[in-house]
């Protein structure tokens, strides 16, 4: 049954606490919330699924990121609108909820949180139609295996990520790196040069321009992949002059929501990679059309995936096997090991990339049961209450913005 004769009867959502994101260390042990008695998972990482259902016995999952608990009273809103609709039309559906919303103002990556949930499934559920992969509905496969990056920000982590074959690895850290040029110059030495660095230095506090240009400059002869977020995603005036002051690839895009928001961006080529965020973008209409803008200035996509679910990741994936300038993908696929128990399948995973599914639609299912054991317990990042962090990052992680602190070491390498 499809195009007329199929129509949406019913949307759910899956809310629950995933383990925190937690770079270059074992992954977190899997604690069942069972009772408030019960220990809590640590962090503040919550995991929204969708699910939409036909008359015709076929459903489709979805993924939404952006504030997973305020986006699914979103999605219960808007779910009355979807009812009756028939899924195959997509980009219909897509400008239909979008006028639904204006009216609450610009509501950035909430509202497209809530929109790339639906538009995933919808793909998912034309795809099972059709019995093709969603990739095939984007145009055919470019490629038949996506390159993938993970997190390392120690020695041992990193060895383990070029063991286990990855190309790329990235250094990140909350409230930024601490003592970034050091760390890079050790990744290096470590790695050798066939292996990309990536090095993301997002706040709070964020840098001044001044500063990420000083830092972009003091990293050039380590011949990094790009450098992420260096000042805060409301500064795009400052990613001139970061452009200005180095010849370091500078990439962006994680924080904002559709075509608009990426708009400027791409327009001003103010950044040589662009990444769209998997689970808040608008979904996988969106990332096309975004992938497509960035073409024509030739800036690559990494779509921003690290702190989402396995969902959003399979709609990257599908998503980067379609388009001609795609660079990698971002995966912590040891960060949580409960991870691998939300979904099934499992993306197949050799020598540092992911295998393009075959299957019908996305080709995979959430577990619902699994995911009925974690129940969200808080959706807010608790920020520094103390001034320690002017020791570990020359700044205040309670500020917005900062000048570093402790300069000579923040921009240079000098000894471990």
């Known amino acids: 049954m499809t195009g007329a004769d199929m129509k949406i009867t019913a949307v759910r959502t899956f809310l629950m606490q995933a383990g925190p994101s937690n770079s270059g260390k074992p992954p977190r042990q899997i604690i069942p919330v069972v009772d408030e008695s019960q220990p809590r998972l640590p962090g503040s990482r919550n995991w929204l699924f969708v699910k939409v259902e036909t008359d015709a016995g076929i459903t489709g999952i979805g993924e939404c990121s952006g504030w997973p608990r305020v986006i699914e009273r979103a999605i219960e809103d808007l ?111 470590l790695l050798g040069s066939d292996v990309d660095i990536a090095v993301d230095v997002h706040g709070p506090p964020w840098l001044t321009p001044i500063d990420a240009a000083r830092l972009a400059r003091a990293l050039e002869p380590y011949d990094i992949l790009w450098l992420e977020d260096p000042i805060a995603p409301d500064n795009l005036d400052g990613y001139k002059r970061i452009r200005d002051a180095s010849t370091v690839p500078l990439a962006a895009g994680e924080r904002v929501s559709g075509i608009f928001g990426e708009r400027e961006l791409i327009e001003k080529e103010l950044v040589d990679i662009i990444q769209p965020d998997a689970g808040r973008a608008g979904g996988i209409t969106q990332m096309k059309k975004i992938a497509a803008m960035a073409e024509a200035h030739h800036i690559a996509v990494a779509p921003h995936s690290g702190s989402l679910g396995p969902v959003a990741e399979y709609a990257a994936l599908h998503l980067m096997a379609s388009i001609p300038n795609a660079l990698m993908l971002e995966r912590m696929e040891d960060d949580w090991e409960g991870r691998r128990q939300t979904i099934v399948p499992h993306p197949e995973q050799a020598d540092g990339f992911l295998t393009v599914p075959d299957a019908p639609g996305l080709g995979c299912d959430i577990v619902e049961a699994f995911i009925a054991g974690f129940p969200s317990q808080g959706n807010v990042s608790v920020p520094s209450k103390t001034l320690d962090d002017r020791d570990r990052i020359g700044g205040e992680g309670r500020l917005y913005v900062q000048t570093r602190l402790r300069r000579g070491k923040y921009f240079n390498a000098g000894d471990e």
């Open 79 to 189: 779910s009355s609108l979807l009812i009756g609709e028939d899924p195959t039309h997509i980009e219909r559906i897509a400008q239909k909820l979008q006028v639904a919303m204006m009216g609450h103002g610009m509501l950035g990556t909430v509202g497209g949180g809530a929109l790339t949930g639906i538009d995933i499934a919808l793909w998912d559920i034309k795809g099972k139609a059709l019995g093709t992969p969603v990739w095939n509905l984007l145009g055919g496969r470019v490629r038949d295996r996506v390159q993938i990056y993970t997190h390392a920000n120690n020695k041992e982590f990193a060895l383990s990520a070029k063991t286990r074959g990855f190309k790329a690895i990235k250094c990140s850290g909350g409230s930024g790196l601490q003592d970034p040029v050091r760390k890079v110059a050790t990744m290096r030495e």
